[in-house]
């Protein structure tokens, strides 16, 4: 903020180049999640600050994406130093039995829980091979760091046995081939099925990742739709599903905030097919969904609100993704990577409702839609920024 207000005249220049649609998105990515659980409350008439805590993380990055922008500060460049340094770390503090935990044969750093730990191990590890891309030719020569980071997040991602963020995986290989084989249809067609051929050979030869989408399939097939049902792990997810769209049917404008459900759901006969323990989980843990726990605490605006904090970052890098300037696109690259990662991560776990995590992903997003902004707007083919 100092740094904002000494150079206030020099901000609002740099900052009018950017287009007037793109300055609306990004006022609404940032005020949303505030603004959606005022808007929650005020219908409910119950106010309650500690909901503003993870959402006003958000509204405070806000200054940090303008010094990045404004000072082109090549936030990519000082995360490919960073996050492979500290996904090897991390695979040698597994592999040595240092500050780790090991839950059911599962295995985290002590500081952090399974699923957070898997989802960003494998996001850190994708980021660090689209690194490799950004300043030399994309993909063809990634460098020896990059991959034996790719390998080290791979590796932790699936110690953990999270499932949390796997479907990412192909998705972001379909990215980065859209990328390197821009028109060119044999390429894509031949990425697509080299991606399916990992997919099975993952599937085949890694035991940890047969067991757990075995299990997932069981837990599929097990579930019971019309009587109740035992505690699985996908089970519960389609249960926490199930009573949560149930509640924003009922209070669609309003929301129910983060505990006032709870006599709803224990007494009344609709929720029969979850069990007592996955009733209390919602009610203490919330639905292990980014949108769901957002919907059911703040109705239609917190859908509004969990879905712009994933479109808007899109927007800004699809359109740096497009552009004709390979290196603009080598940007674009980067950020879609983050986003689909944090987006498929979302659908089984809170990404931006804990605090730590909604502090950590903002700050990502900031500084990465500062640095893809300032290189759209300068237009420059060198897009030379300050380190």
């Known amino acids: 903020m100092p ?12 900052v009018s180049l950017v287009p007037n649609y793109i300055k609306l998105l990004l006022l609404i990515f940032y005020v949303s999640p505030v603004l959606s659980v005022f808007l929650g409350q005020a219908v409910r008439y119950n106010f309650s600050w500690p909901n503003y805590d993870s959402p006003s993380r958000i509204l405070l990055c806000l200054p940090i994406f303008i010094v990045v922008y404004h000072f082109k500060i090549n936030a990519v460049k000082s995360f490919n130093i960073s996050i ?8 040698l503090l597994v592999m040595f039995g240092f500050y780790t935990k090991i839950t059911n044969g599962r295995v985290s750093l002590c500081c952090i829980d399974l699923l957070t730990f898997g989802s960003l191990s494998l996001t850190f590890g994708v980021l660090c091979f689209s690194t490799s891309g950004v300043f030399s030719k994309f993909i063809s020569r990634p460098t020896l760091v ?9 590796y932790l991602s699936i110690g953990s046995g ?6 990412a995986l192909p998705v972001v290989i379909i990215l980065w081939s859209l990328a390197a084989f821009r028109h060119k249809y044999r390429a894509l067609l031949l990425s697509g099925l080299f991606t399916f051929a990992v997919s099975v050979i993952a599937y085949v030869e890694v035991p940890m990742v047969n067991s757990r989408i075995n299990q997932a399939l069981q837990d599929i097939k097990s579930y019971n739709w019309n009587g109740p049902n035992t505690e699985t792990s996908l089970g519960e997810r389609i249960s926490f599903a199930r009573i949560g769209f149930s509640l924003l049917a009922k209070r669609p404008l309003s929301g129910w905030g983060d505990h006032s459900f709870a006599s709803t759901i224990k007494e009344s006969r609709e929720y029969d097919f979850a069990s007592q323990a996955t009733r209390d989980w919602v009610i203490h843990c919330g639905f292990h969904s980014e949108i769901m726990t957002n919907a059911v605490r703040s109705g239609i605006w917190g859908v509004f609100s969990s879905l712009m ?3 808007v970052p899109s927007v800004i890098f699809m359109r740096a993704f497009l552009s004709q300037n390979g290196v603009i696109r080598k940007y674009g690259v980067y950020g879609l990577t983050y986003v689909l990662c944090i987006f498929i991560t979302s659908l089984s776990t809170e990404v931006f409702n804990l605090k730590y995590t909604a502090s950590f992903h903002a700050l990502m997003l900031s ?10 707007v300068n237009r420059s083919k060198t897009c030379a920024f300050s380190s």
Request: glycine content about 8%; proline content about 2%; overall charge positive.
């Open 3 to 14: 740094i904002m207000l000494t150079h206030f005249q020099q901000v609002k220049e740099s």
């Open 84 to 91: 492979p340094v500290t996904l090897i770390l991390a695979s």
């Open 309 to 311: 904090l994933f479109m």
């Open 146 to 154: 990059s991959c034996i980071a790719l390998f080290s997040g791979l």
């Open 367 to 376: 500084a990465l839609m500062g640095t893809t902004l300032a290189c759209t």
């Open 162 to 167: 999270s499932r949390t963020g796997w479907g």
